[in-house]
């Protein structure tokens, strides 16, 4: 308990020295920023900017792969105090405990679970990746260059395809440097542009295509991957199935609580028809596992649907303000 209030001042401590310093296109585990706000500026800057083609990249167990040499390297560019910095280098080292009772001590990677890794890890790649983008790759490039980054989740656009191929060409071994590695498999070039319209990336659950509004325009469209939403499903379905026999008001409960934040996270406009169908899967999911509680059916749709109304469950909605969207 007292490693992690002192973890925690750490945490704040850090927190206070590099918000200066990092970037705007940098939007992981930073007070008044989240995903929805990456995902918000990186389609305004697609929508906006004359991009053409897209790097998407995935970088292979970054937070167990982290140098900490490297990391030491970086913290001391902007911090004086030795005892500070020892106390980051002990819980870096500090020991994992295995399930045979051995105790593993890491040469890489931040600390397991540890209130202070998430901007331990933020540091790194801003060194690593961001300042190298902006200060580097970004002046040699002809046309514009844009990166949006959430923790290691990132995504880079650019104007000319031969910008895009020596970024690409370069991205790994600029990684490597630090010993991190990109997932090949993950990791790819390719065309974005409103005559591209079949090509599409994903970034943080979302994914982003070029289509037509209602109005006939080329926009940005974007919707949650079809592979999260699959996941989604499939995790609210073992969730039904394992609360099935609780009472009906702590599971409509642990529901509305679990939709309210589905909602809250995928409701960007544009992505109705994806949140209406999570909505409708976890309603006949939760119908189908309160009828398996015995052997005998309990519930016919008009009582289930008694009981969705009584317990308030949310509906599908859009959260993100129009306001503050891209005007499309």
């Known amino acids: 308990m007292a490693d992690k209030v002192v973890q925690r001042a750490a945490a704040d401590i850090l927190e206070v020295i590099y918000e200066q310093d ?41 937070f167990d792969n982290i140098d900490h040499e490297w990391l030491i390297k970086m913290l001391e560019q902007r911090i004086d105090d030795q005892a500070f910095i020892r106390l980051i280098r002990k819980w870096l080292n500090a020991g994992i405990f295995e399930r045979d009772g051995r105790i593993l001590h890491p040469i890489t990677g931040t600390p397991q679970g540890g209130i202070v890794s998430p901007i331990l890890a933020n540091v790194c790649l801003h060194y690593a990746l961001d300042l190298w983008f902006e200060k580097v790759v970004k002046p040699r490039c002809e046309g514009m260059a844009y990166l949006c980054r959430f923790a290691d989740d990132f995504v880079c656009a650019f104007q000319y395809k031969r910008d895009a191929e020596r970024f ?62 699959r996941k989604s499903v499939a995790n609210l379905k073992a969730w039904c199935k394992g609360i099935r026999s609780n009472r009906p008001r702590e599971i409509f409960k642990q529901l509305n609580s679990k939709l309210r934040g589905y909602f809250n996270y995928y409701g960007i406009i544009g992505n109705s028809l994806s949140i209406v169908q999570f909505y409708w899967h976890a309603k006949r999911n939760l119908f189908k596992w309160l009828n398996r509680r015995s052997q005998r059916k309990s519930l016919d749709w008009e009582a289930f649907n008694k009981l969705w109304e009584r317990f308030r469950v949310p509906k599908p909605r859009i959260t993100e303000s129009r306001q503050l969207a891209l005007n499309i």
Not at 30 to 51: F, I, K
Not at 182 to 200: G, V, Y
Not at 201 to 229: A, D, H, Q, Y
């Open 22 to 62: 990092f970037l705007p296109n940098s939007y992981g585990y930073r007070p008044n920023r989240g995903p929805q706000m990456a995902v918000r500026d990186l389609t305004r800057e697609l929508q906006l900017g004359r991009y053409n083609y897209v790097v998407e990249a995935d970088i292979r167990g970054y």
């Open 168 to 229: 690409y060409g370069v991205l790994g071994k600029r990684l490597g440097k630090f010993s991190l590695e990109i997932a090949p498999e993950k990791t790819r070039m390719m065309a974005f542009d409103p005559f591209h319209k079949d090509n599409s990336f994903e970034f943080l659950g979302f994914e982003f295509k070029w289509g037509l509004s209602r109005k006939g325009r080329n926009i940005v469209k974007r919707r949650t991957s079809r592979k999260k939403l």
